[in-house]
């Protein structure tokens, strides 16, 4: 993913999705995320990093479960977790940070 620096280094927060195809618990996160994104709107970016496709990115941020998530904010990460996340946990992160 070419831009994926600058695209998290904007003041607009970032949740990234750490994620494969084959992965369950991912496919369970999917539509909670697209909640959170109906619910957020503009005020943040939602984008999805296949691990499988993303290697290096995948090794550079340390990813050893899926799905992982972070937030990011002017290119610093400010919110992390593993595994299955509620609506609502993710999107009271998100709104900290908008």
């Given at each position: 993913?070419?831009?994926?620096?600058?695209?998290?280094?904007?003041?607009?927060?970032?949740?990234?999705?750490?994620?494969?195809?084959?992965?369950?618990?991912?496919?369970?996160?999917?539509?909670?995320?697209?909640?959170?994104?109906?619910?957020?709107?503009?005020?943040?970016?939602?984008?999805?990093?296949?691990?499988?496709?993303?290697?290096?990115?995948?090794?550079?941020?340390?990813?050893?479960?899926i799905p992982t998530?972070?937030?990011?904010?002017?290119?610093?990460?400010v919110w992390q977790?593993?595994?299955?996340?509620?609506?609502?946990?993710?999107?009271?992160?998100?709104?900290?940070?908008?």
């Open positions: 993913m070419n831009n994926f620096e600058t695209l998290i280094s904007g003041e607009k927060p970032v949740l990234v999705d750490f994620y494969a195809e084959w992965c369950r618990p991912c496919q369970v996160m999917a539509p909670i995320l697209e909640e959170v994104k109906s619910q957020i709107g503009d005020k943040a970016t939602i984008i999805k990093i296949n691990v499988d496709e993303n290697r290096d990115l995948t090794a550079q941020y340390g990813i050893q479960s998530l972070f937030i990011f904010k002017q290119g610093q990460i977790a593993s595994g299955v996340q509620s609506r609502a946990t993710v999107a009271t992160a998100l709104k900290q940070f908008i």
